[in-house]
């Protein structure tokens, strides 16, 4: 049966072609064109293959009887068949204009692709990149290889072992190795300007070891990275240049470093969507951090979360801070034998003689340290720890029944460097304390745009305003608001000798109090 009538079987839409930007052009207020674009698609859709997909859908079909007549009223499933076809832009014309909207330079580049089947699926990837001319009238040629492009059967090799691992994980598009070179408009004399080699872990899909070309100007000649003879070769003038050894089980970063150079480590919180510490010349089992803000999972401190306390107004940083009783404790179990370490942390309490104590396994450690600094309320310690230190470390208190509160803990090598940082998720950062413990922090405005920098002492340092269209937003928008404090007495205590006791109002921290006589003559400034 070849003919049938409505509801027909589907057609294909080529919908596939639609919707792709054939032409940007940017013009200036005064009209001229500045800018031109043009997006080249293929001609054919059969230039890189079409594939029909079949389809069934039920319509009605022309039957002829016994009495020779035909009937439209049978419906049967017909069979039709979906065109699809890869559609990827093969040319770029671009054009920037003169101011006069007439004279331009022009530049194109011709992109090519190459298919590949793997598992009886078909796969299309961008292999080449030609910049036809430069102002030396000579073309740039850009390759990409994947793991298609080699022969992985030696399961022993390391590099073989890490494509294998990417096409087993299906990450196809993973680049090799990626090069260029420069050659006239003939395609002679080539210079290889530069390229990037990259080692993956054979567990998982991502990077290991990155090597980059060293070229100094003047390579003319260029081996392709290869498995010709079963092991995976590449050129000799690639050089080690980045190091990943080390990944967690969502695939962030926890160490990095430059090929002989020295290790930067993470700590990620907030469910693993932003880095709260970066140590520098520390491995990741040599450090600890926590601002007892989020999950806190690998922050290589252990403690009651219950004992978290959520006062954005009276933390140090972030939103939270912890609550120091008997017998909860902050703890680390890090021990690398042979290294000082040093244990920083910020505390405040109610009574003054209320502080913390620091405990290896059982001995508390004396002398208490004292603070180096108070700011905001809070104290700021250090405590060296020595090489000869084993066994667990933990912060308890000195007293009973007297809260002491705790925040911002860091515990690392004392040759090392650590930064941390809190966050408020989808928003921004909050705060950043560097490597000498001082602390910067960020605060946003009603549409989640940064409004202030404030140092350590809640002092604003820098405002940021917003200009949109025209439309001017003075920065008095985002000043502080200053109300008049609260005077609870004057007394006059003879002379010129006068006390005046007043209260601050809330929020005041970057407000200044002066005091006039009744000619309005300026007395002082509070604070002094």
Request: glycine letters at 4%; aromatic letters at 14%; a neutral charge.
């Amino acid at each position: 049966v070849t003919s049938f009538n409505y509801p027909y079987p589907q057609v294909s839409s080529y919908d596939w072609k639609r919707g792709l930007p054939k032409k940007e052009i940017s013009y200036s207020a005064s009209g001229a064109i500045i800018k031109y674009d043009e997006y080249i698609y293929p001609a054919l859709p059969a230039q890189y293959g079409v594939k029909l997909v079949p389809n069934f859908a039920v319509t009605r079909y022309s039957i002829t009887n016994l009495a020779n007549t035909s009937t439209w009223n049978h419906r049967l499933y017909g069979a039709s068949f979906y065109i699809s076809s890869w559609h990827p832009m093969i040319s770029k014309v671009s054009r920037m204009y003169e101011q006069n909207g007439t004279n331009y330079l022009e530049n194109t580049e011709n992109y090519d692709y190459r298919k590949y089947t793997y598992n009886n699926t078909d796969y299309l990837l961008p292999y080449q990149q030609k910049n036809l001319k430069n102002s030396r009238n000579e073309q740039t040629v850009s390759y990409s290889k994947f793991p298609f492009d080699y022969v992985l059967t030696n399961t022993n090799d390391p590099y073989v072992q890490g494509m294998s691992n990417l096409l087993s994980k299906h990450v196809i598009g993973a680049k090799i190795e990626q090069y260029s070179y420069k050659q006239d408009q003939n395609g002679n004399n080539k210079k290889y300007i530069g390229g990037l080699l990259t080692k993956y872990h054979p567990d998982k899909p991502l990077p290991k070891e990155v090597f980059k070309l060293k070229t100094n100007g003047l390579l003319n000649t260029f081996t392709e990275s290869n498995t010709n003879t079963g092991l995976f070769a590449f050129d000799a003038n690639y050089k080690s240049e980045v190091n990943f050894p080390l990944y967690d089980a969502n695939g962030r970063t926890l160490e990095q470093n430059k090929t002989n150079d020295i290790t930067e480590t993470y700590i990620w919180n907030y469910n693993k969507m932003y880095p709260v510490a970066k140590a520098v010349n520390a491995n990741n089992n040599e450090i600890a951090f926590t601002s007892f803000e989020a999950d806190e999972v690998g922050s290589n401190f252990t403690f009651n979360p219950a004992n978290i306390i959520n006062n954005p107004a009276g933390s140090f940083t972030g939103k939270k801070y912890f609550l120091l009783t008997d017998p909860s404790l902050v703890s680390t179990n890090i021990n690398v034998p042979g290294k000082e370490y040093k244990l920083t942390y910020w505390y405040k309490s109610d009574q003054s003689f209320a502080k913390p104590i620091i405990i290896n396994n059982i001995t508390i450690i004396t002398p208490f340290p004292n603070p180096i600094k108070t700011t905001t309320g809070w104290n700021y310690c250090e405590y060296t720890v020595p090489a000869s230190f084993t066994g667990s470390l933990s912060i308890s208190k000195n007293a009973a029944g007297v809260n002491v509160y705790l925040d911002e803990v860091r515990f690392y090598p004392v040759l090392s460097q650590m930064n941390t940082y809190t966050f408020d998720p989808l928003i921004g950062m909050t705060s950043e304390t560097d490597a000498n413990g001082k602390t910067t922090y960020y605060e946003y405005d009603a549409l989640n745009r940064l409004a202030f920098v404030k140092n350590e002492d809640k002092d604003i340092i820098k405002t940021i305003c917003y200009n949109y269209a025209n439309l001017v937003v003075p920065c008095e928008a985002n000043a502080v608001t200053c109300p008049a404090p609260v005077i609870n007495s004057v007394v006059r205590t003879g002379g010129f000798v006068v006390v005046l006791d007043f209260t601050a109002p809330p929020n005041s921290t970057n407000c200044t109090i002066t005091v006039h006589d009744k000619t309005d003559n300026i007395f002082w400034f509070l604070p002094q």
